[in-house]
């Protein structure tokens, strides 16, 4: 089933535009996102093959079917929550029973958590593309000896430190276990003119490998020195790595592009969100009414444009959290929206919809 299907078969309840343009804050290159609510033919229906939602290929148009819509205002997500706030200039078309659908109806105390623990997730989320730009990893990745060291005197030394002050090579070492000590090694070298001994060396493959390479060593050989292999401290590296690095294919070029443009270093449009639903959310738990055409529009485009610091936003926005937790906290909301109402009106609006076709 596809977009147009809902709109040949006349399925579609509810159509809005979305996004920027129904906040206020679009520019005159901003996409035009579609929302919509839409019911599936009646013998779909009561069938196997329920639809729970329909988009096209950008997922920039999307509509979900009354029970997902239903289910999804249950939980207050916001998309959809913001759907029956939409202003009346980016309505595209609304059937009569979708009237029946009132956002106050809906609005509850897990706005807190749809609203502001997600503004919460995309703080953490700037944060982390604030420490991306500013601590980019070299296209080189480190070995398992970045990370091992070797006793010297009562101190320890990198690895590839000792061997070049000892004049001795990767391959003519030797690793062994030490009982009872975790990630410590015996570390024995071949001295013999042509390494009689068969040593294997620290390691395979400093590309490829994922640990040290441990060696069979002659009764009565006598350790030079101990190595310790940061194993937590290479795990985490590799982990950072990999994700900056699929960071680095995945990103939105045109948002990375003017991230670097306004450079203050962090996804203004993001930081742009944070502040919309942290704001919103303060309006519901305060008023217990939606607004999603924003009234400070300017405010909220300057962040686009990268006019504060990174440091001066996440403050305020971590402030706007405190605030946004004391409001609900002291609201008359309720705890969540009636489950039984809701399901009459999920009902009602479906048995009259098949019953005018």
């Known amino acids: 089933m596809t977009i147009a299907d809902l709109r040949e078969q006349n399925l579609i309840l509810f159509e809005a535009v979305s996004g920027s343009r129904a906040y206020g804050t679009n520019l005159p ?7 919509g609510v839409f019911v599936l033919p009646e013998a779909q229906f009561f069938g196997l093959d329920y ?8 997922n920039d148009e999307v509509f979900y079917e009354l029970r997902r819509f239903v289910e999804l205002l249950l939980k207050n997500n916001p998309t959809v929550l913001e759907l029956l706030g939409t202003p009346a ?13 009132q956002a106050g109806a809906f609005l509850s105390k897990l706005c807190r958590q749809s609203f502001a623990e997600y503004a919460v997730a995309q703080i953490r989320k700037a944060k982390g593309l604030n420490k991306k730009i500013n601590h980019p990893e070299p296209p080189a990745r480190k070995s398992v000896l970045d990370f091992c060291y070797v006793t010297a005197g009562a101190g320890a ?19 062994v276990n030490v009982p009872h000590l975790v990630d410590l090694y015996a570390l024995f070298v071949d001295a013999t003119p042509e390494r009689a001994h068969g040593y294997r060396g ?22 030079v020195a101990y190595l310790s292999f ?20 995945k990103r939105n070029g045109e948002r990375y592009a003017n991230t670097v443009q306004h450079g203050k270093n962090y996804d203004a449009k993001n930081m742009l969100h944070v502040f919309r639903l942290l704001q919103m959310a ?3 738990a305060e008023t217990g009414q939606l607004h999603v ?7 909220l485009l300057q962040i686009r444009r990268g006019e504060f610091e990174y440091e001066e936003l996440v403050a305020a926005a971590e402030q706007l959290v405190t605030r946004v937790e004391a409001a609900f906290a002291a609201s008359a909301l309720p705890d969540a929206p009636s489950k039984d109402a809701t399901e009459q009106l999920l009902m009602g609006v479906r048995q009259a919809f098949y019953k005018g076709r």
């Open 202 to 223: 620290l390691m395979r493959d400093p590309d490829t490998s994922q640990d040290v390479l441990l060696s069979a060593v002659p009764k009565g050989e006598a350790p």
């Open 230 to 249: 940061n194993r937590n401290g290479y795990s985490t590296y590799c982990r950072v790595f990999r994700e900056y690095w699929e960071w680095v294919e």
């Open 157 to 175: 030394q990198p690895v590839a430190t000792w061997l070049d002050r000892k004049n001795v090579t990767a391959a003519q070492c030797g690793l």
């Open 51 to 58: 639809v729970p939602q329909v988009a096209n290929e950008t």
């Open 293 to 299: 055409r924003r009234p400070n529009r300017d405010f």
């Open 29 to 35: 290159h901003s996409d035009t996102d579609l929302k």
């Open 89 to 101: 200039d980016c309505v595209v078309y609304q059937h009569p029973l979708f009237a029946q659908f």
């Open 282 to 284: 303060l309006e519901i």
